[in-house]
T-cell receptor, first 116, second 113 residues
Framework: DGGITQSPKYLFRKEGQNVTLSCEQN?????MYWYRQDPGQGLRLIYY???????QKGDIAEGYSVSREKKESFPLTVTSAQKNPTAFYLC???????????????FGEGSWLTVV | AQSVTQLDSHVSVSEGTPVLLRCNYS??????LFWYVQHPNKGLQLLLK????ATLVKGINGFEAEFKKSETSFHLTKPSAHMSDAAEYFC???????????WGAGTKLIIKP
């Protein structure tokens, strides 16, 4: 079945460690996104990528890094520079209708990151 | 600049009664609009979308939304609430020029037995 797979579902990080969250999609989508969601709050954009080998900072990119070496994959690294990384992280990808310039975004199941 | 306002942070209805979740947007051109639902500790699921076709959009689980350009609104409705509808709902506007999404703050729907 087509979809977006995030792993791991739950991850614990020690202070000062870098961790990488995986996001894979087999929907042949061009655009991919990473969002952070804190309890009781909406989504905030970390990074997005419209095409392979290109990505843009979102609203809260500090302390995070990404890569887009393959269309299917958009891993997110939470670095030690991110001072408050405990949150729910959501990966998404988007269809693109190049004629009408409309897109629809689909989400993975999310990854919980906790700093211990 | 585009923006989205969900007018209620919480909505509480009794099971079997109608649901109305309100969303207003601002956009400099004809937008794409979406509603997503998020159940606790889950990812987001697309309920429905408006992309300049019919103004009344039908989605999954009996939800629908009407695009009203004159009122810049895209309210989500359901005739009869079910306990399984209890979740958080997000209204989203798409900036199709750069694939960015503008998110509302979310509305938590509470269903009373």
């Amino acid at each position: 079945d087509g979809g977006i797979t995030q792993s791991p579902k739950y991850l614990f990080r020690k202070e000062g460690q870098n961790v990488t969250l995986s996001c894979e999609q087999n929907l042949n989508h061009d655009a991919m996104y990473w969002y952070r969601q804190d309890p009781g709050q909406g989504l905030r954009l970390i990074y997005y990528s419209q095409i392979v080998n290109d990505f843009q900072k979102g609203d809260i990119a500090e302390g995070y890094s990404v890569s887009r070496e393959k269309k299917e994959s958009f891993p997110l690294t939470v670095t030690s520079a991110q001072k408050n990384p405990t949150a729910f992280y959501l990966c998404a990808s988007a269809t693109t209708d190049r004629v009408k310039r409309r897109n629809t975004i689909y989400f993975g199941e999310g990854s919980w990151l906790t700093v211990v | 600049a585009q923006s989205v306002t969900q007018l209620d942070s919480h909505v509480s209805v009794s099971e079997g009664t109608p649901v109305l979740l309100r969303c207003n947007y601002s956009s400099s051109y004809s937008p794409s609009l979406f509603w997503y639902v998020q159940h606790p500790n889950k990812g987001l699921q697309l309920l429905l979308k408006y992309t300049s076709a019919a103004t009344l959009v039908k989605g999954i689980n009996g939800f629908e939304a009407e695009f009203k350009k004159s009122e810049t609104s895209f309210h989500l409705t359901k005739p009869s609430a079910h306990m399984s509808d209890a979740a958080e709902y997000f209204c989203v506007v798409s900036d199709d020029s750069n694939y960015q999404l503008i998110w509302g703050a979310g509305t938590k729907l509470i269903i009373k037995p």
